[in-house]
C-alpha cells in the first residue's frame, strides 16, 4: 500500500501547478469563447515595414479548463519581401468535425488564442529564418497526423509543432513543460530527438518519458505533467506553470 500512496501523494503534488495557474489569473474558466478576443498581440513585425524573413514559434494557454494545463503553440513564417505572415497550425474542432487538423492560413501570424495573449517561444529572421523556411514547409507538410486529432496524450497541435521543430534544430526552441502533447512521438517510436532539436527524448506514447537535453534541460513527463530542471538561468520546469527562473 505505500507504492500507490506515494503515487498519489506525487499527483497531488503535480496537480499543484495547474492549481497555481487559475490562482494567480492565468486562466480564465468562465470566458465566452464567442466574445473572446482575436486581435493582434503586436508581436510580429509588419510586413510592410519588415523585408527581410520572419519565423516564429507562438504559444498561448488552451481555452477553458485545459488552459491550467496546457497551451497552444503554432508557427508563423514571412519569407522575404512577402506582403503577409503564412501560419501553420493543429486545430482539434476542424477534425472533430470530419475536416482536417492541420491548418495553413493567413489569418494573423500573433492573435489572441480566444482570449489568451500568445508569447514569442523562439524567432529567427534576415537569411537564417529564410533558409529555415523551406525546411518548415517540408517537415508541416510530412506530419503524419494532419487529419487527426487528440487532446490528450496526443497527436495534437504540440504534437505538431514538436514534429517540425525537431527538424529544424536552428530554431532552437525550447517548449515549456506545458505543451502538453509535445512528448507524443511520430509513427509510435518511442526514442527521437528532443522537441529542441538537440539531446534526446524518450516516450512511451506520449505518457511517461524523460528529455535530456543542453536546450530543455531535464524533463520527466509523468501522464501529461512535466517537470524538470533547465541548466540555462538555471530554471524550473513545472507542470501548469512552465518555466520558472531567469
Not at 508581436?43 to 477553458?64: D, I, K
Not at 527521437?192 to 532539436?197: I, K, V, Y
Amino acid at each position: 500500500m505505500i507504492w500507490p500512496r506515494r503515487a498519489l501523494f506525487l499527483v497531488l503534488i503535480l496537480l499543484l501547478g495547474p492549481l497555481a495557474a487559475v490562482a494567480r489569473g492565468d486562466v480564465n474558466v468562465t470566458r465566452d469563447w464567442t466574445r473572446a478576443s482575436r486581435e493582434s498581440a503586436g508581436l510580429a513585425p509588419p510586413p510592410e515595414t519588415t523585408p527581410e524573413a520572419v519565423v516564429q514559434v507562438y504559444a498561448a494557454r488552451t481555452f477553458g479548463w485545459r488552459g491550467a494545463f496546457a497551451v497552444h503553440t503554432w508557427i508563423s513564417l514571412k519569407p522575404e519581401r512577402a506582403d503577409e505572415y503564412t501560419t501553420y497550425e493543429v486545430i482539434g474542432w476542424y477534425a472533430f468535425g470530419g475536416g482536417r487538423a492541420l491548418q495553413i492560413h493567413n489569418n494573423g501570424p500573433d492573435r489572441y488564442w480566444f482570449g489568451a495573449r500568445p508569447e514569442v517561444l523562439a524567432e529567427l529572421r534576415g537569411p537564417q529564418a529564410a533558409s529555415a523556411i523551406e525546411k518548415i514547409k517540408r517537415a508541416a507538410l510530412s506530419y503524419p497526423y494532419a487529419d487527426s486529432y487528440r487532446t490528450f496524450p496526443g497527436p495534437n497541435s504540440n504534437t505538431f509543432v514538436a514534429y517540425v521543430t525537431r527538424a529544424v534544430p536552428e530554431l532552437g526552441v525550447d517548449l515549456p513543460p506545458t505543451a502538453v502533447g509535445k512528448d507524443f512521438l511520430a509513427n509510435g517510436d518511442l526514442i527521437d530527438r528532443a522537441p529542441s532539436g538537440s539531446g534526446v527524448q524518450l516516450s512511451l506514447f506520449g505518457l511517461l518519458g524523460v528529455i535530456l537535453s543542453p536546450q530543455e534541460g531535464l524533463e520527466i513527463n509523468l501522464f501529461g505533467l512535466a517537470f524538470g530542471l533547465k541548466p540555462k538561468g538555471p530554471a524550473l520546469r513545472l507542470p501548469g506553470i512552465g518555466t520558472v527562473g531567469p
